[in-house]
Structure formats: C-alpha cells, structure tokens
C-alpha cells in the first residue's frame, strides 16, 4: 500500500517495484557465479565478476583485500552512520549432481550452501543503493568475504581493516536457509551459531595375532571405550540447560579379520555456545583419552583445534531485521527464531561490531528445491533473491531512519 501511495506522488520508482525489477539480474548473476564455482582464497574469476558489475555502476571498491575479498562503498549524499553487509564468496568440494542448464562448470566444486545467491543479493543492494544515494543518509559498505567454509576469510578481513575507514557502526548479513521454506525468515536476538572446534585422537597400542590378544594392546578394544565415554560428556559434564555436542565423525582402525591394530584414529567435532562450555569440552576429552589409554596400556596424541567463535545476534539489531522482514512479509508467522549448532565466521565481524545474521528461507519442495546445504542436488528457490534484496534495504532505511522508496 505504502509503495503504491510513493509511486503516485513521485517519479522515481518506489522500492518494492525496483527490487521486483531487479529479479532477473539478480538470476543471472547468480546463475553465472553458480557456473563457475571457486573453494576458499581461490575466488579469482568471482572477484573479477563482482568487480566489473560495481565498476560498471560506478562503485567505488576495494579489491585483494585478504586475498580474494572485495569491500564496496555506497556513499549516501546525507550524511550519517555506517552499516556494512556480508556476502561469503566460496564454494564447496562437491560434484554437482543437478542437471539444470547453470549447472557447476568445474568438476567437483559446487556452490552448495548458496553463497552465490548471498553474492547476487549484496550486488543488487548495491546496485539499487547507488542508484539512490541522493535518498541515502549515511554510508553502507558491501563486503564480499572469501572463505567461510574454510580455513576462514572474516578473520583477516577484519584484521586488514575492512570494518575501519569508515568506522561501520553495525553489521547485517544473511544466510539462504533449505531448512525453512521461502517466504520466512529466522532471526533471533542472542545466541545463534556455535563454536565449531574438532579434535583428532591417534591412539598408539602394540599390534599382533588376533589369537595372541595377551601380546598386544588393542586399540580397536581402546578406541571403543573412548568413543563410548565420549558420550557422557554432554550427558553428565555440561550444564544441561547449556547446548553441546560432542560427535566423531571418523573411526579408523586396522586393516583385516584376524590381525590386532597397532594404531586407531578418532576424529569429532564439538559444538556449543559458551565459552566456559568450550573450554570444558576441550579440557575433558583430553582426560577422557589420557585416562582411558593409561587403564589399557596404550599412548596417545592428540589435537584440539578451535575453530570459528559462535555467533551472537545484538538485540537491538535483531529487532531491526524483525521490524523490516514484518515490512517485506507482512506477516508475524514468516518470522521464527532459528538457531543451529552450525559454525560461521561471520562471528569474527560480530565480535567487533554489533550486527545481526538471519536466516532467509529459501525451500520450495513443490518444486523439488529443498535438498540440504552441502548437497550434491543442492537448489533453492531463486525467488528469494528479490526477498533478501528488500530485506537488506528495509533494514537500511530502518537503521538510518530515511526512506529509500
Ligand atoms: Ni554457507
């Protein structure tokens, strides 16, 4: 109602209706970044892409920032505060199952989380944010940051001063989600992602003859019981109004039916919220496994790697997002608070500044796009290109306390 009232009184096209516009750009950016997908630190050909689109709009950018990163300004013509957004750029080691006509080009890289519809999102915001800068109070910094899956592009981002000059005051950023169908969003204030940290175990015991077990020290026989006591760490040690998880992913041992294993390999992840529950996590399973191969005989190694910190959302900037997906939806039951115990490196960002990640639904089983993140058949909907698009800007004008339309 309200756009239709702005369009009546003004010549420049109202908000909805130049989002809605923007849907078939949006698609073929999307479909092409999706053609050629690049892993972690190797975004050359994506960069490139993102460069040429915000040079051809006359956005000022920044390109090799940590790498492959690009951090775009949109300087309004009022002035006023600084908000940055975050698009991840990277794609995954998966072979691409789909048989659509934008299929993955490269053979066993896949853009399968949707970072590319994150890229074709922040490039039409910029786009359409340029376009009214005589409408924009402040200033909106686009940062496009390779990466996330891994080993992590935020951290030297920030570290190379992406968040400084313009100092940004807050940070958006959004994450298509398959685990909510589209037209909805998940944003909670608080506790969002977890800390996502693994652990490698190598436990050394002595090999022989299956029939000889009193010459050896068999590690299946180890490994087993430090698997199964693994277990009790959430069950008995963490606060049970706290959210953990303890998961091994890898059991690797011996090599045939009648031979006793000299080595096992255990290998997990942990998940949770809080510090102090990291940190007890981490200090407990070493003693689980210390104790474990003491009682047995055998030694072990062991490695705990911290990755990224979890992700908290500042209430004032969830509420934000809430108020403009209310103003995109038009509804209160599209909006659900999600929360997962996924990692993101979104929270190195977070850490410095506050800011506000969402979940934007983006599955459609009618038309057969809701297969899981990191699925080989992975697709969503791409109608929720526009929906991120709108959202970004409402949040914009909310934060700025000006109107785009
Ligand atoms: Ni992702």
Redesign the pocket.
């Given at each position: 109602m309200l756009s239709i009232l702005f369009e009546l009184t003004m010549s420049f096209p109202a908000l909805r209706p130049a989002v809605q516009a923007l849907q078939r750009e949006l698609v073929t950016w999307r479909r092409h970044l999706h053609q050629y997908p690049e892993l972690g630190f190797q975004e050359k050909q994506t960069a490139a892409y993102i460069s040429q689109r915000l040079k051809s709009w006359g956005i000022p950018h920044q390109t090799g920032i940590a790498r492959t990163g690009i951090v775009a300004t949109i300087t309004g013509e009022e002035p006023g505060p600084v908000l940055a957004l975050r698009a991840?750029m990277d794609a995954l080691p998966i072979h691409e199952a789909n048989e659509v006509e934008y299929r993955s080009t490269v053979p066993n890289v896949m853009h399968a989380?949707?970072?590319d519809g994150h890229m074709a999102i922040a490039l039409g915001t910029a786009k359409l944010l340029q376009q009214r800068r005589h409408r924009l109070r402040g200033t909106v910094k686009v940062i496009f940051q390779p990466a996330?899956?891994g080993p992590g592009g935020a951290k030297p981002m920030v570290e190379a001063g992406v968040l400084k000059n313009p100092e940004v005051e807050a940070l958006l950023a959004l994450?298509l989600w398959n685990n909510r169908p589209l037209g909805t969003i998940g944003v909670k204030s608080g506790p969002l992602m977890a800390f996502a940290d693994r652990f490698q175990i190598e436990v050394i015991g002595r090999g022989g003859h299956a029939a000889l077990p009193q010459q050896t020290v068999d590690t299946i026989v180890v490994g087993s019981h430090i698997v199964s006591a693994l277990q009790t760490l959430v069950s008995r040690n963490v606060d049970p109004l706290q959210p953990a998880v303890v998961t091994v992913g890898r059991f690797r041992a011996g090599d045939t039916f009648n031979v006793i294993a000299s080595r096992a390999e255990i290998w997990g992840t942990v998940r949770s919220f809080q510090a102090e529950v990291r940190d007890l996590l981490a200090r407990r399973i070493e003693e689980i496994v210390a104790g474990i191969c003491q009682a047995y005989g055998a030694t072990y190694e062991f490695q705990y790697e911290r990755g990224y910190p979890a992700v908290h959302n500042d209430p004032a900037m969830a509420a934000l997002v809430e108020q403009a997906a209310r103003q995109v939806f038009g509804s209160e039951a599209a909006i659900v608070p999600e929360m997962t115990l996924g990692g993101e490196d979104v929270s190195f960002f977070l850490n410095e500044v506050p800011g506000c990640y969402f979940f934007l639904g983006s599955a459609n089983p009618a038309k057969g796009l809701d297969y899981p993140?990191h699925h080989p058949r992975f697709d969503f909907d791409e109608a929720a290109l526009s929906i991120g698009v709108e959202l970004f800007l409402r949040c914009i004008e909310n934060y700025t306390g000006k109107t785009l339309d």
């Open positions: 991840d989380c949707g970072h996330e899956e994450h993140h």
